[in-house]
């Protein structure tokens, strides 16, 4: 695969620190929700991270499939996604399950539908979740 960009950030303080991209212009503190024993402070997650960069990735690739289509995606256009984390059920760590939902007013529903699977296809958030994509890592 030809990589056209990369964006690169990192973490200090674990879920309850901070993440900050290589740019600057993403600077988040880091809290642990309640359910997850945390204190519920004011901040972020990961878990709303992940799921405002899936949003964003799945509504720029509802867009691209209907732009082939010569479908025009109404500006109020509004894709949820919901990510949850809980442990797995081989009891050694975590695992997220996620949802989407497409809200594509003035759209018909049977065209809609079409366009959130042919969506859901190009999107690279949707790709890796459904091909388990290796991620190498390495020790700095």
Not at 119 to 129: L, N
Request: glycine share 12%; charged share 20%.
């Amino acid at each position: 695969m030809a990589i056209l960009y990369t964006a690169e950030a990192s973490a200090t303080g674990g879920r309850a620190g901070r993440a900050v991209s290589d740019n600057g212009v993403l600077d988040v503190t880091l809290t642990v929700p309640k359910e997850l024993g945390g204190d519920g402070a004011t901040g972020t997650n990961p878990e709303q991270m992940f799921a405002a960069g899936y949003s964003a990735c799945f509504l720029g690739a509802l867009k691209f499939v209907a732009g082939q289509e010569k479908v025009k995606i109404p500006e109020e256009t509004k894709i949820t996604t919901r990510v949850g984390i809980g442990p797995r059920d081989d009891g050694k760590g975590f695992g997220i399950d996620v949802a989407i939902s497409a809200d594509i007013p003035g759209i018909e529903r049977e065209l809609a539908e079409k366009l959130v699977a042919a969506a859901h296809i190009v999107c690279p958030y949707s790709h890796a979740m459904r091909t388990s994509t290796e991620v190498p890592i390495s020790v700095a």
